[in-house]
C-alpha cells in the first residue's frame, strides 16, 4: 500500500536541505537530515511490522537486499567517479579538489568517522553512512519487535540520553554519530507504531503538532530535550501528514501530484547535489542566488531523475524477489 505524502515530504525536505547548503547555512541544513532519518525509521518500521502482521516473522534477508538494491549501486557509483574518475576530469578543467584522508572509511558505510577536509560533495555521504549504522542496529533489535517493541525505542532513548549527557564531559561531538541521531529514529519507528495500531484524527494530529512545536521553543535552552522534542514533533508531522492525504481529493491535488513524482528522486537528488553545487559555484553565475538556485535544481533534476530511471532499469526490478 502506497503512504501518500511521504514522497511529497521528501522533496520538500531536499529542496530545504538544498536551499541551506546553497547559501551555507549548515544547522538548519542538519535538522533537515534529522527529518530524513525520521522519516526513513518510519518507512522501514511500517514496512516491517506490515511483513510481521502478514507473514509472522520478519525476514533479515529480504530486509538487507531491498537495502542493498536501493543504496548500494548509486553510492558505490558515486564512490567510483569521486575517487578515480573526478580528480582526471577537475584537473582538464583546471579546479583543484582534495579527497578524503582515509577512502577505506567510505568503502564501509563509515564516512561519518572521517575528520579530514575534503570534497565538499563527499561530506553528503555521512549521513549515508549514519543510515546504514542505523539497519544493522534495527536488524539486531528485530526479534523483539513482534511482542517487545517498546523495548527498542526506550534502549535507544537510555543510548540517547547518555550520550548527549556525556559530551562535555568526554569531548564528544553530537555531527555526523549515530547515537545523537536515535532520537531521530526512535521518533520515527514510534509514529510509525502509532499510524499502524491506533487511529487519529486530522484536528488531533494538528492540535498535538502545535503543541510540541511550541514546546521545543521552550526547551530550546536543554540540547538533549531540544533534539528530542524536535524529533518528535517531525514524527507527528508525518502523522499529520499522511492523514490530509488518506483522502482522494486531497491526493489528487495537482502541486501534491509533482511533488509525489519529484520525491521519488530524493536519494539521487542527494547525493548528486554537492557535486551540482560545487561545479554550479564555478560555471554559473551567482549575482543573482535565486536565478542559480533554480537553474541548479533544474540541473539536478534532470540527472537524478535519468539516474533513476536507468537504477529502475536495471536493479529495481530485482527487489521484488525480496519482498
Known sequence: MKLHGLDSLRFV????????????????????????????????????????????????????????????PLYYLVLLFSF???????KSMGMDITLPEKKYLYYFFLSNYDNSDHLFSLKFLWSIAVEEQFYL??????????????????????????????????ELTTFGKIFPH?????????????????TYTLKSALVLFIVTSLLVFA?????????????????????????????????????????????????????????????GLKYIDQSNLLIAIVLELLILILIASLSYHLYEKHFLQLKKYFR
Not at 182 to 198: I, P, T
Not at 228 to 235: H, K
Request: glycine share 6%; aromatic share 22%.
Open 13 to 72: 525536505g531536499f529542496l530545504l536541505l538544498f536551499i541551506c547548503h546553497t547559501v551555507g547555512v549548515e544547522y538548519y541544513g542538519y535538522k533537515v537530515v534529522s527529518f530524513f532519518f525520521i522519516l526513513s525509521s518510519f518507512l522501514l518500521t511500517y514496512l516491517s511490522l506490515t511483513e510481521i502482521d502478514k507473514t509472522g516473522r520478519f525476514s533479515k534477508t529480504n530486509f538487507f537486499m531491498r537495502r542493498m538494491l536501493r543504496i548500494f
Open 84 to 90: 578515480f574518475l573526478l580528480p582526471i576530469l577537475s
Open 137 to 170: 542496529f534495527f536488524l539486531l533489535l528485530s526479534p523483539l519487535y513482534k511482542k517487545y517493541f517498546l523495548i527498542p525505542l526506550l534502549l535507544m532513548l537510555v543510548i540517547y540520553c547518555c550520550y548527549m549527557n556525556l559530551i562535555d564531559h568526554f
Open 182 to 198: 536515535f532520537a531521530n529514529f526512535l521518533s520515527g519507528m514510534a509514529a510509525a507504531w502509532y499510524f499502524k495500531y491506533k
Open 219 to 279: 526547551v530550546s535552552s536543554n540540547d538533549t530535550l531540544f533534539n528530542l522534542l524536535v524529533s518528535i514533533d517531525f514524527g507527528i508531522l508525518i502523522l499529520l501528514t499522511l492523514k490530509f492525504f488518506s483522502t482522494k481529493k486531497n491526493q489528487n491535488l495537482k502541486f501534491v501530484s509533482i511533488m509525489e513524482k519529484l520525491g521519488v528522486y530524493t536519494y539521487g537528488l542527494y547525493v548528486y547535489s554537492g557535486f551540482v553545487i560545487t561545479f
